[in-house]
Nanobody, 125 residues
Framework: QVQLVESGGGSVQAGGSLRLSCVVS????????MGWFRQAPGKEREGVAV???????TYADSVKVRFTISHANSKRMLYLQMGILKPEDTDLYYC???????????????????WGQGTQVTVSS
């Protein structure tokens, strides 16, 4: 089992920055794929960024260049550095983990077994 707890969300003006953090506990291995997803009310959850076992990263087109995913402490911490924030980035952001298989931001959310409770990001214009 893997437990995920996000933090770092908040309210920010457009153009600003935020860093989301995710504390990872339980059994985590070098094979795990870790990622960030987001969801607005009434919309499907979508992938934002993932980082694979080899450190490779993929991003949604909407956040490329602006967001950076990283991990530290043997994957016990997962981060999402968000910059040049836009009102359309307003969402509930989730940390997720996948124990086996491919690692891509285009994977369906059902491919990820473990999820946090989410942290709200609100960007005002």
């Amino acid at each position: 089992q893997v437990q995920l707890v996000e933090s770092g969300g908040g309210s920010v003006q457009a153009g600003g920055s935020l860093r989301l953090s995710c504390v990872v506990s339980g059994f985590i291995s070098n094979n795990h794929c870790m990622g960030w997803f987001r969801q607005a009310p009434g919309k499907e959850r979508e992938g934002v960024a993932v980082i694979g076992p080899d450190g490779s990263t993929t991003y949604a087109d909407s956040v490329k260049v602006r967001f950076t995913i990283s991990h530290a402490n043997s994957k016990r911490m997962l981060y999402l550095q968000m910059g040049i924030l836009k009102p359309e980035d307003t969402d509930l952001y989730y940390c997720a983990a996948r124990s086996v298989g491919a690692c891509s931001v285009d994977l369906p959310t059902t491919a990820f077994e473990y999820w946090g409770q989410g942290t709200q990001v609100t960007v005002s214009s």
